[in-house]
């Protein structure tokens, strides 16, 4: 949403107190009255009223004692307090389904002003002053004026990411990724200068905890810029200084079917996937309804981005050129690497495990469409094949089908198949109609064969052999090659003898 035009450069002063609302401000009044100092709205909350955009915190600074103030601010609504920062005078309270966070001054700043310039970026170096909203005994102004000292309205009029000094990053390195974050949320464009020192100085990336880096990149993945964003910080060096096995693929050469390095492609690919995500009925015609429901189910959005910027990690340990076959470029089980390789990054930024297993089984599964439609354009697809990427995809098949989907707008080699998206969106409606022709009939009824079956009849001791005979008759059943408990029973004879004999 990058700004043009002229913002106001005053605050209306009927704004911030309907943002506040009467309670808040009659409580803030009361505990003012009490400290005898003063207190400002700061930050996101100005930027925000200012860009027309309703805040979604409350963000007030005091001198000092900022926990005291939040402390009397909880027990007088009952709110919850939360301390922010160990070595921080700040401190939150939830109330009403709100974070109203209290701070003071930072790093022994005397002045609002002062203290304004110690922060990040210009946009959120913005204040208000709450003096007239708190004093309810005289009618005050309409506007009041913002207080600017680092000139981050002419930015906002600008559209521009600036950083306040040339030392704000050594305060807290992880302004280097905030930056990106902040001008993805609000489609505004990194100042020059402030891109040029994120370059210089992004080894300082390393200091901040991990969990506080994943987090920021995980909001940079919530908006609908993060492609750009992603693009601009590998501009910088900063991406790989954050997920380094993305840097073997930056320049790596693919087979003629792609037009782009191994990491272009990857960018483009989570470019498409943010289109695709957009309006899933133009690329899915026959599955968009299906599609639509998996994208706001939980935090697919998020993880379908993440699968597609990471699809191809496995390309550079894989890579393999076979001279005796004109010096053609090969990736063999690249996506088993690259999921390999999504556990070691999950693993190192702390990703939640749900996270972690839903991008490495995309990244994991990704070529088995294509592979699909490899085999579709030659011949008929059995049933078998079919409930085989069924079975393994599960609930993922829409985002399988997803990811396959920017994968293939990505690749605009000479050598790709002509119709390429169509048949993977043709693939999908396939694999739909089997799914509820012959796994949604089976799933729903009794299984001709359970664990205690296997107990009492076959003698077995639970293990993991009793998966493989009960996903083995579920398939045959699924495929229509076994109708009762006989014929199940038979089946799982045979799968145990071919499993004793192979030593399983």
């Given amino acids: 949403m990058k700004n043009s035009g002229k913002i106001n450069r005053k605050a209306r002063l009927s704004q911030v107190a309907a943002l506040l609302g009467e309670d808040l401000v009659g409580m803030l009044s009361l505990i003012r009255s009490r400290r005898n100092g003063s207190i400002y709205l700061t930050g996101g909350t100005v930027r925000d009223l200012l860009l027309d955009r309703v805040p979604m915190d409350i963000d007030l600074t005091v001198r000092e004692d900022a926990r005291g103030w939040a402390a009397d601010f909880s027990e007088m609504t009952g709110g919850t307090l939360v301390p922010l920062g160990r070595d921080e005078d700040a401190a939150r309270v939830v109330w009403q389904k709100r974070d109203i966070d209290f701070s003071s001054f930072r790093e022994g700043a005397a002045t609002i002003d002062a203290e304004l310039t110690k922060r990040d970026i210009t946009i959120n170096s913005l204040a208000v002053s709450l003096r007239e909203v708190l004093d309810t005994r005289f009618p005050g102004p309409e506007e009041t004026e913002v207080i600017d000292p680092a000139g981050g309205l002419d930015d906002l009029e600008q559209g521009l990411i600036r950083v306040t000094s040339e030392y704000a990053f050594r305060s807290d390195p992880l302004r280097l990724l905030r930056v990106f974050r902040f001008a993805a949320a609000l489609g505004f ?268 009849e076959l003698q077995l001791e639970p293990g993991p052999i009793f998966r493989k005979i009960l996903e083995a008759v579920e398939e045959a059943h699924m495929e229509n090659a076994i109708s009762s408990r006989e014929e199940a029973l038979a089946l799982a004879g045979r799968v145990l003898k071919k499993c004793t004999t192979a030593g399983e």
């Fill in 189 to 456: 464009t990194v100042e020059s200068r402030t891109r040029n020192l994120v370059e210089r100085q992004r080894e300082w990336i390393s200091r901040p905890a991990p969990e506080r880096v994943a987090y920021e990149l995980g909001l940079i993945m919530k908006t609908d810029l993060a492609y750009a964003a992603f693009r601009e910080m590998s501009a910088t060096g900063l991406l790989f200084e954050v997920i380094p096995e993305l840097k073997p693929a930056v320049g790596m050469e693919q087979p003629a079917s792609h037009h782009l390095d191994v990491f272009d492609h990857s960018l483009a690919t989570l470019r498409h996937m943010e289109l695709i995500q957009e309006n899933p009925g133009c690329f899915f015609p026959a599955g968009h309804e299906r599609m639509e429901e998996y994208i706001r189910a939980g935090r697919h959005r998020v993880q379908l981005k993440w699968a597609a910027l990471f699809h191809d990690l496995g390309k550079p340990p894989t890579i393999a050129i076979e001279e005796d076959r004109g010096g053609r470029i090969t990736f063999y089980n690249h996506d088993r690497a690259g999921a390999e390789l999504v556990g070691e990054i999950a693993g190192r930024l702390r990703w939640s495990r749900e996270d972690e297993k839903a991008v490495a089984n995309l990244v994991g599964l990704h070529m088995r469409p294509f592979f699909l439609c490899n085999v579709r354009r030659k011949e008929e697809l059995t049933v078998k094949a079919c409930l085989r990427l069924l079975r393994a995809a599960e609930s993922d098949l829409p985002g399988l089908f997803l990811l396959g989907m920017a994968d293939a707008a990505a690749g605009q080699g000479e050598d790709r198949p002509e119709e390429m998206e169509r048949e993977m969106a043709e693939l999908f409606a396939h694999l739909e109609q089997i799914r509820k022709k012959h796994m949604e009939p089976v799933r729903s009824g009794p299984p001709l064969l359970t664990g205690k079956d296997l107990l009492d």
